[in-house]
């Protein structure tokens, strides 16, 4: 498949940038993960994931997790964990619409960023779920091109400390704040509505979002 469209291909020609664009490409585009960028990518505790639904609507979801959250099982394969969430599915649904998936993995520090694009699928059963406590669900990812991305843009940002909510190494993880607000307990599974009055009872929507503005999720 090639790298660039049509309409890329398009603009480059406008804009007198396609021999540029084809040195870059030549020297930054791999259709594997390895050596350095499989190192950068396996530091990485978060990353940005990119969905298209099948009327070709995309979305973009920030995933948190372990330092290691995606694991590169081989140079044309990424895993990672699909976590409890909000019930949406709009990325997992993306991905059993389509299947395209774009993944931007920025360390804020140094900076430096690594992207990747590929088709995913959802694993759910085997030993792939082994790989993450607390994981319902893996996602794994078919590399078509990994590629380096200048950071000159990209600000920098002190680390502070991991999500409490990531799971530890038996699966658990603290009730979230939002499971507590009142008018979602109707819709929730038993098992959560027990969380809910463990964690202190129900609150109100305008107690979440006293949460939210002091930093508490």
């Not at 291909?9 to 930054?28: N, W």
């Not at 774009?102 to 900076?111: A, H, K, N, V, Y």
């Not at 009872?201 to 939210?212: A, N, P, R, V």
Request: aromatic share 10%; net charge negative; charged share 25%.
């Amino acid at each position: 498949m090639s790298f660039y469209t049509t309409s890329q291909r398009s603009l480059q020609e406008q804009f007198g940038t396609r021999k540029l664009a084809d040195t870059v490409e030549q020297a930054i585009v791999w259709d594997v993960v390895e050596g350095p960028a499989q190192a950068f990518i396996e530091s990485r505790d978060f990353f940005f994931l990119s969905t298209v639904d099948g009327v070709g609507r995309p979305t973009v979801s920030y995933k948190g997790g372990p330092v290691g959250i995606v694991h590169v099982r081989g140079p044309k394969t990424l895993l990672f964990p699909a976590y409890d969430g909000n019930g949406m599915f709009k990325s997992l649904g993306n991905i059993a619409d389509t299947g395209k998936v774009g993944m931007l993995f920025i360390d804020f520090e140094t900076p430096n960023r690594v992207r990747v694009q590929g088709e995913a699928r959802l694993v759910r059963q085997g030993p792939e779920l082994d790989l993450y406590p607390g994981a319902f669900a893996v996602v794994e990812v078919e590399v078509e091109h990994c590629f380096l991305n200048c950071a000159r843009y990209v600000h920098r940002y002190n680390r502070v400390e991991a999500s409490p909510y990531v799971p530890d190494a038996c699966g658990d993880q603290p009730h979230p704040s939002w499971k507590r607000i009142d008018f979602v307990q109707g819709s929730l599974g038993a098992e959560d509505r027990e969380r809910t009055q463990s964690a202190g009872g129900e609150i109100t929507m305008e107690d979440y979002m006293d949460h939210l503005i002091a930093g508490k999720s």
